[in-house]
């Protein structure tokens, strides 16, 4: 099974409008996080955010916010106001045990490529 | 500025040759850093997980004596693809991550391979 799904391969925003990329995963540590990077076509992967199982609230860093629902084993992003330069590759990731455990690997989705539209 | 500087950006060889990418943490020690390997308009796959001092931790399905690793400082990585083949063409790349801080794994910018 894998153990991050993203099932939307891309997606059309208009500029200045919000935008949801899905992200589920499947785990059966208590303890875990999860990430969002974007990757433009330069290669480079730019960390966005970040969710710990065990944060009691939504992550935020800007225009970024996780939609986390952990019964439902999913943490869409959220994209508000969304920018030409967002156009990018994003993938959501997976770390499974807990943060400075002694690997910290990540897995990753197969990611969404995001087009903002003028 | 960039934390993990990876190096080149960029190599283009003939088939048989052998390449060593490297990876630097530029202001922390990492005992641990990480190899992806990312084929066109697919995601990130790990390749292995690379231990300052100690043997490299493979995934399934990568062949160890093809893809050396070796750590042998806290602020470097490197990987050398051996006798590498066109099929080995394909972009890697490097994360790290501060032992000493809550920071997510930091990735340098990527070695684009491309073997004629």
């Known amino acids: 099974a894998q153990k991050i799904t993203q099932t939307q391969p891309g997606m059309f925003v208009q500029e200045k409008e919000a935008v949801t990329l899905d992200c589920t995963y499947d785990t059966s540590d208590p303890s875990y996080g999860l990430f969002w990077y974007k990757q433009p076509s330069s290669g480079e992967m730019i960390f966005l955010i970040y969710q710990g199982s065990y944060d009691q609230q939504n992550a935020t860093e800007g225009r970024y916010s996780l939609n986390f629902q952990k019964a439902r084993k999913s943490a869409n992003l959220v994209i508000s106001a969304s920018q030409l330069g967002d156009s990018a590759m994003y993938f959501c990731a ?4 807990p943060r400075g455990g002694a690997t910290n690997k990540l897995i990753f989705g197969t990611g969404t490529l995001l087009a903002v539209q003028p | 500025g960039a934390v993990v500087s990876q190096h080149p950006s960029r190599v283009i060889c003939k088939s048989g040759t052998s390449v060593k990418i490297e990876c630097r943490s530029l202001d922390f020690q990492a005992t641990t850093m990480f190899w992806y390997r990312q084929f066109p308009k697919q995601s990130l796959m790990l390749m292995a997980t690379s231990n300052e001092g100690s043997k490299a931790t493979y995934e399934q399905g990568v062949e160890k004596d093809k893809f ?22 394909s972009f890697y790349i490097c994360s790290a991550r501060d032992v000493n801080s809550n920071q997510p794994q930091h990735f340098g910018d990527g070695t684009r391979l491309s073997i004629l």
């Open chain 1, 94 to 97: 997976m770390r499974e045990g």
């Open chain 2, 68 to 89: 050396l690793i070796n750590h042998a400082s806290l602020t470097l990585s490197t990987l050398t693809v051996t006798s590498a083949h066109p099929e080995d063409s």
